[in-house]
């Protein structure tokens, strides 16, 4: 069956350029426009992509006539405004994460997607990996009981955003990274949005209603200062959640850290647990440990990119990572910052 074209601009060729190449697999899709501040940038990757609009505003973009969609993959204070003005004009959105600086940047954009009927997807792209979509199914089917512990864990020990990334590769190039105003955050907001995403996704999605948060910039003020670039960021945060359910998770983040580098997320629940990596389900059979590999049906695959056309096609389609959900998130990054400010544990803010 002909499926509609679905046409997509992508604004941000860093991170943007992941989006355009898992779009150039989507069958019926096509790159009509990319923007960049750095056009000869944003110029090689729409002749790449086969794009014939070139913007360096993105104003310039949502005014085209006939966008679907768009990805929005741009230093995290931007993403509101152009989330905002996306809608505003009609364009499905796919925006990255963290969805927002701003506890009510998030608010705005969730309330201009009810008002406009568009889509408001957030790039989740961790729920997206076949295991995570297969673990991710497990707690809606109640295959683990009654959900009461999640642990998380991202630990990196030398990925400081500028100071251990080269300026010309795709990841961690921009200085924007480091800068509270431009960022929101540092790890918490980088990789932390990922760790407590996928294990709060893993456990239900539980109502937070508490936070007890630690944040810490100990070990590359100096070098930073030396390149002159502006740091006032964490490097590692670490929190414990509380949910209205009784259930708790803790989480640990870290850019730097003097350690082995870790990622895993754990959750327990009274009939089964379940890890990431390698992922694994693990029950009680007669006393002993039973650890079942988890292989995703294939009908299951799918990239964030695909689904978030497929979204655009049906309307009637629920988001694997919508709006709503990645609020609900920004909601206990929100708390995290507070509670590590203060010093205490700190209620969420609805
Ligand atoms: N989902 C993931 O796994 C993942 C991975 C990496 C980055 N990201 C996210 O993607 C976003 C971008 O990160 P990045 O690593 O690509 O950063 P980056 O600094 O490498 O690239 C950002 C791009 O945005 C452009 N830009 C800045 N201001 C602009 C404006 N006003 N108009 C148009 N273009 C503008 C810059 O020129 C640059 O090319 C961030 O929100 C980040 O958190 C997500």
Redesign the pocket.
């Known amino acids: 069956m002909d499926q509609k074209e679905v046409r997509i601009g992508v604004?941000?060729?860093?991170?943007?350029r992941v989006h355009m190449q898992f779009y150039s697999e989507v069958p019926g899709v096509k790159i009509v426009a990319i923007?960049?501040?750095?056009e000869p940038?944003a110029r090689f990757f729409a002749d790449k992509y086969g794009a014939t609009k070139v913007f360096t505003d993105?104003r310039d973009l949502c005014a085209m006539e006939g966008l679907d969609g768009i990805s929005i993959?741009?230093?995290?204070y931007?993403?509101a405004p152009m989330t905002l003005a996306a809608l505003d004009a009609g364009i499905n959105v796919l925006c990255?994460?963290?969805m927002a600086t701003k506890l009510e940047d998030a608010h705005a954009m969730v309330e201009k997607a009810q008002k406009t009927g568009k889509r408001l997807m957030v790039?989740m792209?961790s729920r997206y990996r076949d295991s995570s979509l297969a673990l991710g199914a497990l707690a809606p089917a109640g295959q683990l009981g009654q959900v009461y512990y999640g642990r998380s864990s991202m630990i990196r020990r030398r990925s400081v955003p500028t100071i251990h990334f080269p300026p010309t590769g795709i990841?961690?190039?921009?200085p924007?990274f480091l800068d509270r105003e431009e960022a929101g955050g540092g790890a918490l907001m980088?990789i932390g949005v990922h760790a407590y995403d996928l294990m709060w996704w893993f456990m239900g999605c539980p109502k937070p209603v508490a936070v007890s948060a630690s944040t810490f910039r100990m070990l590359y003020n100096d070098e930073a200062a030396a390149k002159g670039v502006k740091f006032d960021v964490d490097e590692l945060a670490s929190a414990l959640v509380r949910y209205e359910n009784g259930a708790t998770a803790f989480v640990d983040v870290s850019w730097a850290a003097h350690s082995e580098p870790e990622w895993n997320v754990r959750v327990l629940g009274t009939e089964a647990g379940i890890m990431l990596n390698p992922p694994t389900v693990f029950r009680d059979r007669g006393g002993l440990l039973e650890s079942t590999k988890v292989e995703v049906p294939e009908p299951l695959r799918v990239s964030a990119q695909q689904h978030f056309v497929d979204c655009i096609r049906d309307p009637n389609k629920t988001l694997i990572s919508p709006g709503t959900q990645a609020l609900e998130v920004v909601k206990v990054l929100d708390a995290i910052r507070r509670s590590a400010a203060a010093g205490k544990e700190v209620a969420i803010a609805e």
């Open positions: 604004i941000g060729t860093g991170m943007g923007c960049d501040l750095n940038e993105y993959a741009v230093p995290n931007l993403h990255e994460k963290p790039h792209n990841m961690g190039r921009g924007w980088d």
